[in-house]
């Protein structure tokens, strides 16, 4: 008969390893945090492949925790956390078609599918009297996008 620490304890060694964000003004760092060691204390590494993201100032978890996006820069990239964050053909680029460096809040639909943006509205240019989209609506799978409207404000 086993007693309840040692099945409580039993349950702690069964738990995947969790993984853990943390973002400062230089850079993003991901780690993974474990319970594998002998005392079943956690213990917290970097992760082996993921490359820190410098000077990230928004940031978005999928809702399903594989996908992260981070304003840089360049603009919004993208990285896979079930591959490490390896980025994709070994260098940093704008993942969301257009220019994305002005966002200011960005997040992901409940399911994942899509990722909505949001800018500060700019006045209309070339004449028009319709100002251009600030509310964007992106495929999470390809980076395009795919609606567009114009508000003024947003609440987080």
């Known amino acids: 008969i086993q007693t309840a620490k040692a099945q409580r ?35 917290a590494s970097p992760h082996p492949t993921f490359k820190n993201v410098q ?3 928004l940031h978005a978890c999928s809702p399903d925790g594989n996908l992260m996006l981070f304003q840089t820069k360049i603009g919004i990239v993208r990285r ?13 680029k704008a993942f969301l078609e257009g ?6 809040n960005i997040s992901f ?4 599918t ?25 495929s999470s799978s390809t980076g395009k996008c795919v609606a567009g409207f114009h508000l003024k404000m947003i609440s987080r």
Do not use: H
């Not at 639909?109 to 994942?112: A, E, K």
């Open 9 to 43: 304890m039993s349950k702690e060694q069964d738990l995947p390893p969790c993984k853990l964000l943390l973002r400062s003004k230089e850079s993003c760092t991901l780690y993974n945090i474990s319970t594998s060691n002998n005392n079943n204390a956690p213990s």
């Open 55 to 57: 000077g990230a100032t």
């Open 80 to 92: 896979n956390l079930e591959n490490g964050g390896v980025m994709e053909d070994g260098e940093e």
């Open 99 to 104: 220019n994305s460096t002005n966002i200011a």
């Open 109 to 112: 639909s409940p399911l994942g």
């Open 114 to 138: 899509y990722i909505l943006t949001w800018e500060r509205p700019i006045k209309p240019t070339d004449g028009s009297t319709e100002p251009p989209p600030n509310l964007k609506i992106f």
